[in-house]
């Protein structure tokens, strides 16, 4: 079975590698994506050259394994998210903690003049970091304080489940292993009602700031239902 047999519906996977976290300011440089839908698979792999061209930092190259001359040599954005706005075409867009790439995705349709007379994209999603978290699928870890807590990184998501990850942050590997978690997850959220489509986890840290003033996160997609978390 596969994503598409699974919902039922076409599925897109996203996982976007990007410059930064503010998707006002930051770009996006790299752009797997997987569409599965009744004619079979699509794969979008490639390293992107925004206009401008930004300057790529040694933590972001060390992270992603992305040079400052791939990004130069990599296809020009707006061919690339013209292509992507295509392949969204009907599709749920699939992702780990995909609120943000939903945030970024949006920002590259506006600049590349792809929404229209579309205020905001508002096609539905959902969250394989939310539904591992609703299930209680992840590994123990510790914060920077050295304090115990569960952690649903999609590296210790595929541990826990067994699945195999190798070269994260590249390519289509995050997106292959995501599509093995919602493969996993799915029916098991589904069986036990737990919240899956456009549904959003936020931990109560975040929140508590928002309600001591602190601006909420950069961007919610429009149907999200927030479920707070520890």
């Excluded at 996006?28 to 079979?40: C, K, S």
């Excluded at 349709?109 to 007379?117: G, H, K, Y």
């Excluded at 699928?137 to 595929?158: A, D, F, Q, W």
Aim: charged letters at 25%; a negative charge; one cysteine or more.
């Amino acid at each position: 079975m596969n994503a598409y047999e699974l919902l039922r519906r076409p599925v897109l996977f996203l996982d976007f590698e990007t410059t930064g976290l503010n998707p006002a300011a930051d770009r996006v440089i790299e752009v797997p994506a997987i569409r599965v839908d009744e004619n079979g698979r699509h794969e979008l792999a490639t390293v992107v050259r925004p206009d401008p061209l930004p300057v790529l930092g040694e933590q972001i190259t060390r992270l992603t394994g992305i040079t400052q001359e791939m990004v130069e040599d990599g296809e020009p954005a707006a061919r690339v998210f013209a292509e992507l706005w295509v392949m969204t075409i009907g599709a749920v867009i699939v992702g780990h903690n995909v609120p943000f790439d939903l945030a970024f995705l949006e920002a590259e349709f506006r600049r590349q003049d792809l929404l229209l007379s579309i205020e905001r994209w508002d096609g539905d999603w959902i969250c394989t970091r939310a539904l591992a978290t609703f299930l209680g699928v992840g590994m123990p870890s510790t914060n920077g304080r050295g304090e115990p807590y569960t952690s649903y990184k999609l590296c210790h998501i595929c541990e826990a489940l067994g699945i195999k990850l190798e070269g994260a942050h590249r390519a289509l590997n995050d997106l292959e292993a995501t599509e093995q978690v919602l493969l996993r997850l799915y029916p098991r959220a589904l069986a036990e009602h737990r919240p899956i489509l456009n549904a959003m986890v936020r931990p109560e840290w975040v929140q508590r700031q928002i309600d001591d003033g602190i601006r909420p996160p950069e961007y919610e997609p429009p149907r999200a239902v927030v479920y707070l978390v520890a």
